[in-house]
């Protein structure tokens, strides 16, 4: 390991290790290093706080890979190490060595690289737009009141009496509502649900369906009307049918 009191410059051709240690690792490290590798991210920034010298971080291009001698002999040596057994050795007792006592603040930064940070300050989400003014009540008024100009217009100003009387039935006429269901499709349901199956589904009680019609057999054809004034056996007459005019004319069908 280099000697902690003096400066160290580590090559790299990673990006996201230099951004990690230098520009991210305030905001990963209040996060619980909760990212890709944080385990060794927050190792590595443990050994960098026990150092009391600068370290700079030195990103390899790609152009420079291929002639930088040092990180071709740091690949072999990578992949020399891949073959041997791994340590059984706590990671962690890299970061149990003795802290050399300082000498003093630094006079410049402890950690810099040689990519900027691109990443700049959290953009805020715009601000909900308030609204300062409101329309006044009824705003939809001045829209009805127009088109109710213009339909009057063209009654008025119709030059023949054709389009005269296709301007009052587009305007009186009731417009048709679609059809969502055709008769036929009633037809089944209704016949479905008004007549008993021929099948008696499982669920139903056959034996209780069986007294119900033996009941329903002595059922008269004919019922007795016991109501006083008649209602279900009296006849209509023009004057009943007057007085139901009459009152549907004062009143309402729902009265």
Not at 111 to 134: D, H, L, M
Not at 185 to 204: H, M, S
Request: charged share 25%; net charge positive; with cysteine.
């Amino acid at each position: 390991m280099a000697p902690a009191f003096k400066s160290l410059e580590i090559s790299t051709r990673s990006e996201y290790v230099i951004r990690s240690v230098t520009y991210y690792a305030a905001a990963n490290d209040a996060c619980g290093w909760r990212c890709a590798n944080g385990d060794i991210l927050k190792r590595i920034l443990a050994l960098i706080k026990i150092r009391t010298a600068p370290i700079h971080f030195y990103r390899i291009k790609r152009d420079e890979a291929a002639t930088n001698g040092h990180l071709t002999e740091a690949i072999q040596r990578a992949h020399a190490a891949c073959k041997f057994p791994p340590s059984q050795a706590p990671i962690d007792d890299l970061c149990q060595v003795e802290q050399p006592t300082a000498s003093g603040d630094l006079d410049v930064p402890k950690v810099t690289a040689n990519i900027p940070n691109n990443v700049g300050p959290t953009e805020q989400p715009p601000a909900k737009p308030v609204r300062v003014s409101f329309p006044l009540p009824h705003r939809g008024r001045d829209k009805l009141v127009a088109m109710r100009d213009t339909n009057r217009k063209k009654v008025l100003e119709a030059p023949s009496r054709a389009v005269f009387w296709k301007e009052i039935k587009r305007l009186a006429d009731p417009k048709p509502a679609p059809i969502s269901v055709t008769a036929d499709e009633l037809k089944e349901v209704f016949e479905k649900r008004l007549n008993p199956p021929e099948v008696l589904p499982p669920q139903f009680d056959s034996a209780q369906h069986r007294i119900n019609k033996i009941l329903s057999t002595l059922m008269p054809d004919q019922t007795e009307d016991t109501t006083p004034e008649g209602f279900f056996t009296h006849a209509w007459t023009e004057n009943d049918m007057g007085r139901l005019k009459n009152h549907i004319r004062n009143h309402s069908l729902d009265s």
